[in-house]
């Protein structure tokens, strides 16, 4: 997921180049705007947690666009792509990642990734809309070495679903 603090840098085109020359595919992209309902679902993981709400204000604060990756083994491959959570750790321990490169503190980390086949069938049926088959339906037919995961441009400019 690339947050709104990227966008603000002009750094989604770069972030997409680099999701394709790391092998993804991209299977579908959506734009819209994260309503406080849709974004509280999404993280709902985190409900409980201190910095929820904060997290939920700054999602919703402008536009994103949602993407459905493909490629072996993509969940994995993202999440070493993206790096540690923590950009400051980041810049030490994984130099050329995402969060290390642009992300700016926890909250503010340029991306979010599926962490797992499940999170990522539950993120696309939130974000391309339906129940959790509408993120089977992309599933389906995948082989098992394959996975999805979801990769949201926050604040990436009003463009509509038919530019995409």
């Not at 290390?100 to 503190?105: E, F, N, V």
Request: proline residues 3%; charged residues 25%.
């Amino acid at each position: 997921m690339v947050k709104p603090d990227c966008v603000e840098t002009n750094q989604v085109e770069s972030i997409k180049a680099l999701v394709n020359a790391s092998g993804f595919l991209i299977i579908t992209e959506r734009m819209l705007r994260l309503e406080e309902s849709l974004a509280r679902n999404f993280y709902a993981e985190h409900s409980k947690r201190e910095f929820f709400d904060d997290l939920v204000d700054f999602m919703t604060s402008g536009p994103v666009a949602a993407m459905v990756l493909q490629k072996r083994n993509a969940i994995a491959e993202w999440r070493e792509l993206i790096g540690p959570t923590d950009p400051s750790k980041a810049r030490v321990s994984h130099p050329q990642t995402l969060r290390a490169k642009w992300g700016i503190d926890t909250q503010r980390n340029c991306v979010h990734g599926s962490d797992s086949s499940l999170s990522a069938g539950r993120e696309i049926s939130l974000l391309f809309g339906g129940s959790r088959s509408t993120g089977k339906r992309f599933m389906r037919g995948v082989s098992r070495a394959y996975m999805w995961c979801t990769l949201i441009l926050a604040g990436a400019g009003r463009i509509s679903h038919e530019e995409l």
